[in-house]
């Protein structure tokens, strides 16, 4: 039973690690996926989540790992999902600067409204701060601890958590609160839609595609979010720790964000390298929801990509799924 929950956490763990791997080095590779995109800084924590995990996989024994290197996996293990969250956070935050920016008409595809310039650069490296802070506050309280060893695997031996919890509790609060963050920007936005639909309609169906697509999929991870961190923090501090369920929960919330972001249509567009020539799918295509061909005029096309470029490059490109029609 044990060696078939080692086999299949594992299985999760790698098809995670595989699945970001590919999608982090399309993105930052390839010339055909537009750049720029703040969903790198949220990935990020992801995939080297994934990595920490196969770092003990091969310590998947009755002996477990080194007592440093497991107090050192448990650390690390206690502060990644802190940092994805604040992430995320970021990445919402950005998002709603930039519907903000449309709705007031201070789209210019050529030079980014300033107030967006000055708020990139805080909200790319306060979730790299934050990490360190929890990196600092989980190895503190760890190697300050009177409990020898200071961390220990699970019964199914898998990972390793700390035995001193108190880091984990204080930077769940604090994930919480980022969390109540997410809730209120999230809710703006939807007031913000609501309020600006018609002057969100008429920036083309193209932009407003790619906005609608990007606000259900992080309102649906936010929903997701909330539900994982608290399995996170259960999993890790109460006896559910020696759950498969439970530990199982910890791989798959990466696989399927992977999975959520790959549907953005630049990197399905380099994905699909056979296509890249074909009338399906080729450069001269863009997409619109629902709307007849007949109605489309070429100036009309025109000005719709034009203005979608920014939303391209920050990794909005999401509108898939819908009726195409040539420019």
């Not at 936010?222 to 020696?242: C, F, K």
Request: glycine content about 8%.
């Amino acid at each position: 039973m044990a060696s078939g929950t080692i086999v299949g956490f594992d299985i999760i763990v790698i098809l995670s690690f595989f699945f970001g791997l590919l999608l982090l080095s399309t993105a930052i590779l390839s010339s055909r996926v537009h750049r720029q995109p703040p969903w790198y800084g949220f990935l990020a924590p992801l995939f080297i989540y994934d990595i920490v995990f196969m770092f003990g996989m091969g310590y998947q024994t009755e002996n477990g790992p080194p007592p440093g290197f497991c107090a050192f996996q448990g650390v690390l293990l206690y502060s990644i999902p802190g940092w994805a969250v604040v992430a995320f956070g970021s990445f919402i935050i950005y998002f709603y600067l930039e519907v903000k920016n449309l709705i007031e008409g201070k789209d210019d595809d050529t030079e980014p409204y300033v107030p967006l310039r000055r708020t990139k650069l805080p909200l790319i490296f306060v979730p790299l701060l934050s990490f360190v802070g929890f990196l600092l506050l989980n190895g503190l309280t760890v190697s300050l601890s009177n409990q020898r060893p200071m961390a220990a695997q699970n019964q199914y031996h898998l990972y390793c958590v700390p035995k001193t919890h108190t880091g984990l509790y204080v930077g769940g609060a604090i994930m919480g609160v980022t969390m109540l963050i997410w809730i209120f920007v999230i809710v703006r936005l939807g007031v913000l839609f609501r309020t600006h639909y018609s002057k969100l309609k008429g920036k083309g169906e193209v932009i407003f595609g790619q906005v609608l697509s990007v606000y259900i999929r992080i309102t649906a991870i936010s929903i997701a979010g909330i539900l994982v961190i608290g399995l996170y923090v259960s999993t890790y501090a109460t006896r559910s720790a020696d759950s498969i369920t439970g530990s199982y929960f910890l791989g798959l919330p990466s696989v399927i964000i992977f999975l959520v972001f790959a549907t953005q249509r630049d990197i399905i567009r380099c994905w699909a390298f056979w296509r890249h020539e074909s009338n399906n799918i080729s450069r001269n295509k863009i997409h619109a929801n629902s709307i007849p061909f007949s109605t489309q005029t070429e100036a009309t096309n025109s000005t719709n990509e034009e203005k979608s470029g920014s939303l391209r490059r920050m990794g909005y490109n999401w509108n898939v799924g819908t009726k195409t029609f040539t420019s």
